[in-house]
C-alpha cells in the first residue's frame, strides 16, 4: 500500500499530470480559464508540497529496513 501511495504522490507532484487532467476535461467541455487553472495546480502543488513536508521519511526508510 505504501508503495502505491508513493507513486500516486510523485505523479500528483508533477505539474505535467494537472496539465493532462485538465487536457482530459477540456475534451469533455469543461473549460476553465488560464487563470483558474494555473491557481488550482499551485494550490494542489502546495498542499503536495505541504504533505511532503509533514511526512516523516526517516521512519518509513526505517520500516522499509525491517522488511527487507
Same mark, same amino acid.
Given at each position: 500500500? +505504501? /508503495?502505491? *501511495?508513493?507513486?500516486?504522490? /510523485?505523479? &500528483? !507532484? =508533477? #505539474?505535467?499530470?494537472?496539465?493532462? &487532467? $485538465?487536457?482530459? *476535461? #477540456?475534451? $469533455?467541455?469543461?473549460?476553465? /480559464?488560464?487563470? *483558474? ?8 502543488? !502546495?498542499?503536495?508540497? *505541504?504533505? +511532503? ?6 521512519? =518509513?526508510? =526505517? +520500516?522499509?529496513?525491517? /522488511?527487507?
Amino acid at each position: 500500500m +505504501n /508503495k502505491i *501511495l508513493e507513486t500516486i504522490m /510523485k505523479y &500528483l !507532484g =508533477q #505539474a505535467s499530470t494537472y496539465k493532462g &487532467l $485538465f487536457s482530459v *476535461l #477540456a475534451a $469533455f467541455g469543461v473549460v476553465l /480559464k488560464p487563470e *483558474l487553472a494555473d491557481a488550482i495546480i499551485a494550490c494542489a502543488l !502546495g498542499i503536495i508540497g *505541504l504533505i +511532503n513536508v509533514i511526512i516523516d521519511e526517516h521512519s =518509513q526508510s =526505517q +520500516n522499509a529496513e525491517v /522488511k527487507s
